[in-house]
């Protein structure tokens, strides 16, 4: 596989990331907006540390929950497995995709105000990552032995940069600065 498909298949699963933030927010936006719709009138408050969402079935959906880590928002499919996470865990905040098998496949988080956008493996173990530091921002492809194979990065005062490394992280070409 090229580096262009390596980096057309990562920008295809950031794109798919962005569309399942969107359902994301629209789910709790409707779910906000169906709560306060159905229980509370202009003058009341509602207060809870947990709503639970179940399905015609009795199954559990969706929770929506506040714990001593922050609050969370929890999505479930037909099967039970947990697909999607949203929430603020000590004070940093995340999003987790999860596959059919409930393994975490996409994570997106603000760390220190720093973003970045990590996929995952089948195996867990994370193969690409976006990111964007004070100084710029960088796109680096890992193997399936957590080894640096590819850096692309854009760098202040330095410009773009671009390294292919062997599986032993020694540099096998670098574009010149």
């Not at 580096?3 to 629209?26: Q, T």
């Not at 719709?37 to 929506?64: H, P």
């Not at 000590?90 to 970045?116: M, S, T």
């Amino acid at each position: 596989m090229t580096i262009e498909e390596r980096v057309e298949k990562v920008e295809m699963e950031l794109a798919r990331a962005n569309r399942c933030n969107r359902l994301l927010l629209a789910v709790v936006l409707l779910a906000a907006a169906a709560m306060s719709a159905g229980i509370a009138s202009r003058d009341n408050i509602v207060k809870a540390n947990k709503f639970i969402l179940v399905d015609e079935n009795g199954k559990t959906r969706a929770f929506l929950a506040v714990d001593v880590n922050g609050p969370v928002l929890r999505l479930f499919d037909e099967n039970g497995k947990g697909r999607a996470f949203l929430g603020v865990t000590k004070g940093v905040p995340g999003l987790g995709l999860y596959d059919e098998n409930g393994e975490l496949r996409a994570g997106l988080g603000v760390v220190k105000g720093l973003p970045g956008l990590t996929l995952f493996d089948e195996n867990g173990k994370g193969r690409a990552n976006l990111s964007v530091v004070k100084s710029g921002s960088g796109l680096t492809l890992y193997d399936e032995n957590d080894k640096t194979r590819a850096l692309l990065s854009v760098v202040k005062d330095e410009g773009p940069g671009l390294g292919l490394f062997d599986e032993n992280g020694r540099v096998l070409w670098r574009a010149p600065r």
